[in-house]
Antibody, heavy 121, light 111 residues
Framework: EVQLVESGGVVVQPGGSLRLSCAAS????????MHWVRQAPGKGLEWVSL????????FYADSVKGRFTISRDNSKNSLYLQMTSLRTEDTALYHC??????????????WGQGTMVIVSS | QSALTQPASVSGSPGQSITISCTGS?????????VSWYQHHPGKAPKLMIY???RRPSGVSNRFSGSKSGNTASLTISGLQADDEADYYC???????????FGGGTTLTVL
């Protein structure tokens, strides 16, 4: 079964740091671009970041650029999001998502259920 | 503010057809054929319904179809069913430093 399972979401204070993880199974993880997409409470979906199949290309939304770092370990079928200088507006359900493509963006064909990050003092 | 513009809500009766629009620009929908649509039931993971403007993934009902004209993409759902009631999001590849954008989402109500 093709599956993505996120973990690492917690309550963290403003200015704090956090690392999210996403475990992939059921497909050849190393062949595809991967993404992080978030949804703040009561809001719509917001694309956060992508990483190409080999980690050679990474892109970020303007709202997280310079604060978040996406990475992957193809030997562990895992995707990560290192989040620093967290703000209250980063509070959201964070989904990892698989792309059809290997190097850029086409469409998100597989999604995880998400992990909740709450930034609050 | 989303880069892509969708109506906040649409509604229809069972059996009817509805269309959701998604308006972008020449930097995204108008230039690239990487438009996709997602169905999102609250509490569940979003589901891909249409990709590459018109293509349906395996297992998605042929009641769902996609199209594009100029800078506007559309999702049409025919033969509305109660289970179609959900939020729908469009997405497109965009030129520039941020390659992916979503619309603000459209809530579909089946009356």
């Amino acid at each position: 079964e093709v599956q993505l399972v996120e973990s690492g979401g917690v309550v963290v204070q403003p200015g704090g740091s956090l690392r999210l993880s996403c475990a992939a199974s059921g497909f050849t993880f190393a062949d595809y671009t991967m993404h992080w997409v978030r949804q703040a409470p009561g809001k719509g979906l917001e694309w956060v970041s992508l990483i190409s199949w080999d980690g050679g290309n990474t892109f970020y939304a303007d709202s997280v650029k310079g604060r978040f770092t996406i990475s992957r370990d193809n030997s562990k079928n895992s995707l990560y999001l290192q989040m620093t200088s967290l703000r209250t507006e980063d509070t959201a359900l964070y989904h990892c998502a698989k792309d059809f493509d290997s190097s850029s963006f086409d469409a998100f064909d597989i999604w995880g259920q998400g992990t909740m990050v709450i930034v609050s003092s | 503010q989303s880069a892509l513009t969708q109506p906040a809500s649409v509604s229809g009766s069972p059996g009817q057809s509805i269309t959701i629009s998604c308006t972008g620009s020449t930097s995204d929908i108008g230039f690239y054929n990487y438009v996709s649509w997602y169905q999102h039931h609250p509490g569940k993971a979003p589901k891909l319904m249409i990709y590459d403007v018109t293509r349906r993934p395996s297992g998605v009902s042929n009641r769902f179809s996609g199209s594009k004209s100029g800078n506007t993409a559309s999702l049409t759902i025919s033969g509305l069913q109660a289970d179609d009631e959900a939020d729908y999001y469009c997405s497109s590849f965009t030129s520039g430093s941020t390659p992916a954008a979503f619309g603000g989402g459209t809530t579909l109500t089946v009356l």
